[in-house]
Structure formats: structure tokens, C-alpha cells
């Protein structure tokens, strides 16, 4: 679960739009927007590498910060988007939402599974179709799973996976919760392509067999010849006939 509150330090940026936010990136900074809670939005600066040493954390956008304004104060936040530079993948821009006083967020948690050795149905060349790589959820917003754990031991082929049958944590929701999701099957080998997989060694051994075949018929078309060898030479120029005899 992630309960833990980062600090995060910012400047305030006295004015939007592209030509401050390009202002701010010479600087060495990142320009960053806070907005929700019915507030109105407060457009900051966080020094780069700051905010790269978060992100490489990982699980930027599942985390909480107290992001400490100089000379506004803290606000209580949570990564919605980070954009990055096409070209060279550097955070270029973030956007936070507030926390509001209930605490109660909406988030993407990304599903883990584990134990895929131990099914069954993967064994026996079964695939695991994953439908959705995250869940969507309600939750508050010092308890934000780090991620959703799928046990696939025991699992067959034509095994579906409901949300139903993932433990939320108290006070988690999905989004969606008029009816029981798919997050993955195990799906099997379609039986066309079991047909196609037998039928490959029968094909194979056809042109052998077609080869060993064509073998004897070979070696009797070359033994024709032999066997009237000396009809070429039967067929040949005659001899000269022997001078016929003197009469005396």
C-alpha cells in the first residue's frame, strides 16, 4: 500500500502559457500545473532533478506528494500526467490533481500476476490473455495499492479472471462496478492450428516417400542401357567387308 506523503519543493510561475513554460525549462526546471477541488489552478516549477529522482521510483503516478509552494505553503497532491519530449524522453511538463477533503481519488493500479509456473493450463501451452494491464479504482488517498497480485497457480485452460476474484483492500472500488470484469484468460491452442501441427510431419514424409520411390526407378532407367550395351555398337558403321579372292 502506498501511505507514504512525499515532500516535493516548487516555485510558484507568476504567468502561464508556452513562452513562461519554455522559460522555466532554461532554468532548469519543470513547468507543472495543480488544479481540482473546485480551486483555482496554480501553475508551479519543480527543479529537474527533483522530479526525474521521483519518477524513477517508479509508481510515479500511484504516489502522494506534499508539494511545499515557497511562500504559499503545501498542497496535498497526485501525479495525473507527465508528458515527455517525443525526441529524448525527459519530463517536459506534469500535471497534479489536488487532494480534496474526503481524500477519495480516482487511479490506475496495474495488475501483477504471479505463480504462472504452477498452472496448469499455461503447462500445456495454454497463453495468458491479460484483457486489462490496469483496474481503475476509487480509493483514498493514503492507501493507494502499489499494484493488484493475480495468483495463477491452479489455473486451466479456459480459466477467466474476474474482478471479483481480486481482494480490494477496505475503502477500494472499482470504477467500473455494474458488472464483473475480465482482467485475463487462459486461453488455449484453436484447434485449426493443432490440425495444421499434425498434419506437418505427414506432409513431410510424403515427398520422402515420393523420393525413395523414384530411387528404384532411377537405377532401372540407368541400367537400360547396360543391358543393351551393345546395341549402339551393333548399330554402328559396319566393318570394311574382306577383299574377295583372285580367280586364278
Known amino acids: 500500500m502506498a501511505s507514504e506523503i512525499i515532500a516535493l519543493k516548487a516555485t510558484a510561475r507568476p504567468r502561464a502559457g508556452k513562452g513562461a513554460a519554455r522559460q522555466a525549462r532554461r532554468e532548469g526546471n519543470v513547468p507543472a500545473v495543480i488544479y481540482g477541488d ?3 489552478p496554480e501553475t508551479i516549477a519543480i527543479e529537474y532533478n527533483e522530479l526525474w529522482k521521483q519518477i524513477l521510483k517508479g509508481h ?8 511545499d509552494i515557497a511562500g504559499k505553503g503545501k498542497i496535498r497532491v497526485i501525479p495525473r500526467d507527465v508528458q515527455v ?10 500535471d497534479f490533481l489536488r487532494v480534496g477533503k474526503d481524500g477519495i481519488i480516482r487511479v490506475a493500479v496495474p495488475v501483477k500476476f504471479v505463480n ?12 495468458l490473455n491479460i484483457v486489462r494491464h490496469e483496474v481503475e479504482v476509487f480509493c483514498p488517498y493514503d492507501r493507494i495499492p502499489a499494484a493488484f497480485e493475480i495468483n ?3 489455473t486451466e485452460i479456459g480459466t477467466s479472471i474476474h474482478i471479483s476474484s481480486v481482494d480490494l483492500p ?3 472500488t472499482p470504477v467500473i462496478a455494474n458488472r464483473d470484469f475480465t482482467i485475463a484468460t487462459i486461453a488455449g491452442v ?3 492450428e493443432e490440425a495444421a501441427a499434425d498434419a506437418a510431419p505427414a ?7 515420393a523420393a525413395k520411390g523414384a530411387a528404384p526407378a532411377a537405377a532401372a532407367k540407368g541400367a537400360a542401357p547396360a543391358a543393351g550395351g551393345k546395341a549402339p555398337a551393333a548399330g554402328g558403321k559396319a566393318a570394311p567387308a574382306a577383299p574377295a579372292a583372285k580367280k586364278k
Open 38 to 40: 473546485n480551486q483555482t
Open 60 to 67: 510515479f503516478t500511484a504516489s502522494v506528494f506534499d508539494v
Open 85 to 94: 519530449d517525443p525526441v529524448k524522453d525527459f519530463p517536459i511538463h506534469v
Open 116 to 127: 504462472d509456473t504452477l498452472s496448469p493450463g499455461l503447462k500445456r501451452g495454454g497463453i
Open 152 to 154: 495463477l497457480e491452479g
Open 170 to 172: 477496505e475503502g477500494v
Open 190 to 192: 484453436r484447434k485449426e
Open 203 to 209: 506432409a513431410g514424409a510424403a515427398p520422402a516417400a
